[in-house]
């Protein structure tokens, strides 16, 4: 079972930026997608972005398109999601998870989630 352990959130204004860190132990890291996921109040838990096993590939959710980086460091177990440009529609916690393509949307692979990094951005 991989333990996950996400970082770098915090309350923000409108407009600015967080680096938001993911580090995974206890499974490969290496073998895997690795995507990040975020949970509104009230709302149920979406697809944010997706990096590939090496890196060299990613896809966004249109919401976050050009405004976010997905990016990863296998030696180091860790991914990151660069985010700028935050808006309020972006306050949520954010989660990692590996990712996989189901039916054209992209998914979670595995059952079991760390406790995730808040992120409040304000007006």
């Known amino acids: 079972q991989v333990q996950l352990v996400e970082s770098g959130g915090g309350l923000v204004q409108a407009g600015g930026s967080l680096r938001l860190s993911c580090a995974a132990s206890?499974?490969?890291?290496?073998?895997?997608?690795m995507g990040w996921f975020r949970q509104a109040a009230g709302k149920e838990r979406e697809f944010v972005a997706v990096?590939?096993?090496?890196?060299?590939?990613?896809y966004y959710a249109d919401s976050v398109k050009g405004r976010f980086t997905i990016s990863r460091d296998n030696a180091k177990n860790t991914v990151y999601l660069q985010m700028n440009s935050l808006s309020p529609e972006d306050t949520a916690v954010y989660y990692c998870?590996?990712?996989?393509?189901?039916?054209?949307?992209?998914?979670?692979?595995?059952?079991?989630w760390g406790q995730g990094t808040q992120v409040t951005v304000s007006s």
């Open positions: 206890g499974r490969t890291f290496v073998g895997y997608n």
């Open positions: 998870n590996s990712a996989q393509l189901v039916v054209g949307n992209w998914s979670p692979l595995w059952d079991y």
């Open positions: 990096v590939s096993r090496s890196g060299g590939s990613t």
